[in-house]
């Protein structure tokens, strides 16, 4: 389908396969592009199809998978960059040279790349990216930006930014840049020999004038578009509600569902307490919660079974509560991250979940460990999901949306909630407070002054 959509012969595929069929890539000029475009845009699927093209060119290993967080390499089937570089998180900053153990570790992952690509790299900390090309230096011996890999970053730097407030194109600050520009002097502008390719075409949102008030929102235009501020407005519930009346909230939730049947909606606060707040409430309704705590491995296993990242979580669960996969277990099947189901039973050692539209499943524990395989354990590769945060909402696909705007805050917010929707006229708000409803000018900016290969 995407190949349809982009084929091979466009710039940017050929580009990419292109680089990896070098004999020798150190005698040429590597290349950094940053592949953008709005959510529903199909960024995940490209990477998709150039990371097979990559793998079938060159074979195992050429390319890498990466995300600057755990829930992003899920949805791709990638690693964490704190994982795949070996880069601890409190060693960011630190610019450390790479010793010989720590070189031994890496030979295998990077022995044979040829392309780092990087998912939802509007997270990603410009500190880490720093400290890949001073890692990628000397791993590789050579004074080329990254050592001479190619780049390909994959996102939309309009939704939410890092979680450190600096934004991956910004210049390095304080004590980082300090250490780098004592150790690593080198890797400094990496941002500007990135190129954009931007994504245009929207096959998320059908409607067009959906499409083009989203495509407004995103870019801080909303507020000067009659037609897209109706259709903002009319998003609005009757009552202004907040999750110190969770019930209020659910109702809401309850009347779209009934509504609308067969339909998938997704709840989202936009702070951990207040998220917090609507999953008890909504567990506690449903009855006693049982918790299921990780079961913790033994380091051995490591080397005879895959481990996959993920967070130590312990999980608080009632028959009967709305659950959402977090990995992809069977995507034949359709059993795939942000799958939402109805948990049926809690079993000893399994959970039988109903899926929506695919049926009954029993679902046993998944193998984790930490960034650093440091620690190993085993539990269920689900989280409640009668509510969301909208920083966990990234990389997922509904059919509408039920959004609490009290306390928004953050640049991006807003329309990263609203275009997890297939339908915006499936979507509700709580508050119509659009001057809360931030914009990421900074990043605004620099997409106009990036060099456009498109």
């Known amino acids: 389908m995407i190949s349809v ?13 292109t680089w990896c069929c070098i004999p020798n890539k150190r005698a040429c000029s590597p290349f950094c592009l940053l592949i953008h475009g709005a959510a529903g845009t199909g960024k995940s699927a490209v990477l998709r199809e150039c990371r097979r093209i990559g793998e079938q060119i060159y074979g195992a290993g050429s390319v890498a998978v990466t995300a600057p967080v755990a829930s992003a390499a899920v949805l791709v089937d990638g690693r964490t960059i704190h994982s795949f570089a070996q880069i601890a998180p409190k060693a960011v900053g630190e610019f450390e040279i790479l010793t010989t153990i720590k070189r031994r570790c890496l030979e295998k992952m990077m022995g044979a790349l040829k392309v780092l690509f990087i998912e939802e790299i509007g997270l990603l900390d410009p ?4 400290e890949l090309d001073h890692l990628f230096k000397q791993f590789f011996d050579s004074s080329a930006p990254f050592g001479g890999i190619s780049v390909v970053g994959f996102g939309d730097l309009l939704q939410l930014p890092p979680f450190g407030g600096m934004n991956v194109f910004e210049d390095i600050k304080s004590l980082a840049a300090e250490n780098r520009d004592k150790k690593a002097p080198s890797s400094r502008n990496l941002w500007s020999l990135f190129e954009r390719y931007e994504l245009k075409k929207n096959f998320r949102t059908r409607d067009s004038l959906h499409t083009s008030t989203l495509a407004l929102l995103r870019i801080g235009a909303h507020r000067t578009d009659s037609d897209a501020m109706r259709l903002l407005k009319s998003l609005e519930t009757p009552r202004d509600v907040t999750t110190d009346h969770p019930e ?16 998938d909606f997704l709840l989202m606060a936009p702070t951990n307490r207040q ?9 506690g309704k449903l009855g006693h919660p049982t918790t299921l705590e990780p079961i913790v491995k033994s380091p051995s296993e490591v080397g005879q079974k895959y481990f996959y990242e ?18 992809n277990l069977n995507q034949k099947k359709g059993l795939v991250n942000g799958s939402m189901g109805i948990l049926k039973k809690i079993n000893k050692g399994s959970l039988t979940i109903r899926f929506d539209g695919l049926g009954e499943f029993t679902i046993p524990r998944s193998k984790y460990s930490n960034e650093m395989r440091t620690k190993f354990w085993e539990q269920y590769p689900i989280r409640v999901a009668e509510a969301t945060n909208i920083q ?3 990389g997922l696909t509904v059919d509408g949306v039920v959004l609490v705007t009290d306390r928004i805050f953050g640049v991006g917010s807003v329309y990263t909630a609203l275009s997890r929707a297939k339908d915006l006229g499936l979507c509700r708000i709580t508050r119509f407070n659009v001057e809360r409803w931030y914009t990421n ?8 002054r990036m060099p456009d290969c498109s």
Not at 6 to 17: K, T, V
Not at 127 to 130: G, K
Not at 310 to 327: D, F, I, P, Q, Y
Not at 441 to 448: G, I, Q, S, T
């Open 392 to 394: 966990k909402s990234q």
């Open 127 to 130: 500190v880490l990216l720093a």
């Open 248 to 263: 209020e909230v659910f109702a809401i939730l309850e009347d779209m569902e009934k509504a609308n049947p067969g339909k």
């Open 275 to 283: 998220t917090a707040i609507l999953n008890d409430y909504k567990l």
């Open 441 to 448: 000018w900074a990043a605004l900016r620099e997409l106009r």
């Open 310 to 327: 993920g967070e130590w979580e312990t999980l608080h669960l009632v028959a009967g509560c709305k659950v959402m996969l977090t990995r």
């Open 5 to 17: 959509i982009y084929p091979q012969s466009d710039p940017m595929f050929s580009r990419i396969a």
